[in-house]
Each structure stands twice: as C-alpha cells, then as structure tokens.
C-alpha cells in the first residue's frame, strides 16, 4: 500500500471512529429508514476508499461523506417515485444537502437516534446492540460475540428493530420533559449495559468483549455532552469511570482476582476518578438525585481509601439505604446487607440477606451466595459457607473470581 492509500485509509477509519454515528443519524432522521442510512454511509465510506487514494483527501471528509450517501439516497428516491411527489422529493433533499455539507457545523443527531433506538416499541434487550451498531458502527457479528448470541440471531434481531423503526413510524426526536424520564431511562440503561458487558472482563483480553466498556464510556459522554442538564446522564458516566478507573487493580501481575477492599489504591487512575467527581459534583446540583447518581456516590466513596485510608461503611449504608428507595432490586439489597455487616458485624449483616432469601432471581446469582458464604464464615458457621461456596462457585463463569472462590472456601478449612 503506497503513502496516498494509507493517508486515505487513515483518513476514512479517522471520520468513521468519530463521525459515523453523527452522520448516521443526520441521514437516519431525515430518511426515516436506519438500515438505509447504514447503507448509504457504507456506499459512501467504499467510494472514499476507492477515490481518496487518487484524488487525495477532500478537506471535510465527513461533508464529503456525507453528500455522496445523499446522493446514493436521492438515486435510490428516483428509482422508487415517480411524478410530481418524487420531483418535490427530490428537490427538497437537493436543497438540504447543500446547505448542509456546506456547513461546518453539522447538526448532531446522535441523541435522536439513540432515543428511537430505546424506543418503548423496540424490545429491550436489542437496544443496546442496535446503539452499538447504529451510533458506533460495530457489525453484528462482533456484537453477537459480545452478548452471546449466534450472529444469525443478532442481526435478525437489529434488522427487525430498523425495520420496526420505520414501519411504526418511530420518531428521532428528543421525547418532551413530560415522557423524558421513563425514555431516557431506557437510553441510559442501553449504555449501561454496554458498558457492563465490557467490565466483566476485568483484563480486556476476550475478543468478543474488548473495548466495549470503553464505547461503553464513549456513548455516555455523547449523552452527557448532549444533555448537560441532566443529572442522572452525568451521574451514569460519573459511574462508569469510577468503574473503569479501577480496572488495573482488579487483577494481579498473576491474573488472578483482587476484591475491591484489597486493591492497591495507587493501581487507580486518578484522573479518571477525579473527572468522575467534578461530574457528580455537577450532577448534584440540578436539584434531582436518581440511581445512577446514588450508585455513583457508592463508588466515590470506596474510591476516597485512596487517600484516607479507610472506607466509610456506614455512608456506604445510608447510600444503598436511599438506593433501595429509589431503585430496589435485589442487587441493590445484597450490597446493602454487605454494608450493614461491614459496618455493624456479620450477625447485623446476615439478617438482612435472610430477608431476600426467598426471591427466586437469587438461587442462580453469585453474588448473593457469596455474600451469604463470607457472612456465614465470619459467623463461624463452617458446613454452612462451605455450602454458599460451592454455590457461588458453581454458577461462575469467570475462571480467575472462581479461583478466588475456591481459595475462600479452602481457608475454612484450615481453620
């Protein structure tokens, strides 16, 4: 590949990292039709390939993108209408794509299309693939690894939700404060999930999860620069860095699993947790606190051992305390129950992870058998945490936290 071809590639990867869901959802909001403005940026982006090597990068990559997917829209118009309706058409798309691509200041639409893409008619659990695919440009194929899934599945089920996009008619809009909390909730739970998908793999080193809790980041700070007055939209990525500030400590120079009360603080990124705090700091000033704020501060206050030393367990408490006010599940009750113990001992503790005993979403969840094993061993009541143990251990599928595991449940044996 000479140097022209490389300075095109470079220049054509450049404008897809940070411009492909921005002119997706220009063309998208105006085609009414996400699986064609997929495929019109696609036509555009190989005729970039194919022309820039020749004809040398065009000074507004993403102009010139963008004109040449108009154009692959308007062709695609004509072949489908005829008469006076397809000449209006026609017209009007010709006149707004001059006075856009002529533009510098491109419209971002990227908040519209993540809203249609969490519509209350798109099922739940393809919103946060068809954000990822929309907005960030992933083929199915790795977002089917990611969430595994077949990649027959995944891309049956995105080409369903387009096509729901635009046979219902869903609109690309930012909905009215009146309904905004409800939808974006839906938003903020789609990046969430994203993001969580990449945390499970501490290390980065799965292929099929790698650098999704980092599009995780990238979609909530597209949110949060979109919606700066909203303070649930800085809270969750307040969240997410707090997160991903401690990635490095979460394993050792072995691989294996560190709890978060034995990380090495200096491990932390400072910097992430520092931007982390000035944006709950911002959040808490518009005058509303939701669960993602309360699971933010959570995570602030774990990060400030870093510096003092020690965890404040009973501020701990009172967050899941307001936590499960705001938000009660039965995540949220299991962390409690580790906080009062914490605070107040395991006799204090245990009770409470007793009163969510009977929820049946518990008998598979790790957490909540490991939770229950400590307690029971700090209690000293052996044959009952070696049997939490062998639960916990049974359902998780991480190698190193199952190790981490099985080394719990050996020391009870040495004493």
């Not at 620069?225 to 649930?232: A, V």
């Not at 307040?238 to 090495?264: I, S």
Request: charged share 30%.
């Amino acid at each position: 590949m000479n140097g022209r071809s490389e300075m095109a590639r470079a220049a054509a990867e450049a404008a897809a990292r940070q411009s492909y869901g921005k002119l997706v959802a220009w063309l998208a909001a105006r085609m009414r039709d996400v699986a064609g403005a997929e495929d019109a940026l696609a036509e555009a982006f190989a005729a970039a390939l194919e022309r820039w090597p020749k004809s040398g990068v065009p000074e507004k990559p993403e102009a010139w993108l963008l004109a040449v997917a108009r154009r692959r829209d308007v062709d695609a118009v004509r072949r489908r209408l005829t008469g006076e309706a397809a000449r209006d058409h026609l017209q009007l798309i010709a006149e707004e794509v001059e006075a856009r691509v002529t533009n510098d200041d491109l419209p971002d639409e990227r908040l519209r299309l993540m809203f249609a893409c969490a519509h209350p008619a798109i099922e739940a659990s393809v919103r946060a693939p068809l954000m990822l695919q929309t907005i960030l440009g992933f083929d199915a194929a790795t977002i089917a690894s990611a969430f595994l899934v077949s990649p027959a599945t995944m891309g049956q089920r995105l080409v369903r939700a387009k096509t729901r996009i635009r046979e219902a008619g869903i609109p690309f809009r930012v909905p009215e404060r009146a309904e905004l909390g409800e939808r974006l909730d839906a938003v903020l739970e789609a990046i969430y999930a994203t993001f969580a998908e990449g945390w499970s793999d501490p290390a980065g080193t799965e292929t099929r999860r790698r650098n999704l809790a980092t599009e995780g980041i990238w979609l909530g700070r597209v949110v949060a620069s979109l919606m700066p007055g909203e303070p649930e939209a800085l809270g969750l990525l307040a969240l997410m860095l707090f997160a991903e500030a401690r990635r490095a400590a979460r394993r050792n120079a072995e691989g294996d699993f560190v709890p978060l009360a034995r990380q090495d603080t200096t491990l932390w990124d400072d910097r992430l947790i520092d931007e982390a705090e000035a944006l709950l700091g911002s959040a808490a000033t518009k005058g509303m606190i939701g669960r993602y704020q309360l699971e933010a501060a959570v995570q602030s206050a774990h990060t400030a051992r870093r510096r003092s030393g020690r965890t404040d367990w009973a501020a701990i408490r009172q967050l899941y305390d307001a936590l499960q006010a705001v938000a009660g599940s039965p995540v949220v009750a299991i962390n409690r129950a580790v906080a009062i113990a914490e605070d107040e001992g395991a006799a204090a503790g245990l009770p409470a992870l007793d009163a969510i005993g009977d929820d049946r979403r518990l008998a598979e969840y790790q957490p909540y058998w490991a939770a229950r094993a400590d307690l029971l061993a700090r209690l000293g009541r052996t044959a009952e945490a070696a049997g939490a143990y062998d639960q916990a251990i049974g359902l998780e599928r991480d190698a190193a936290l199952r190790r981490f595991l099985q080394g719990e449940r050996a020391k009870l044996v040495k004493n």
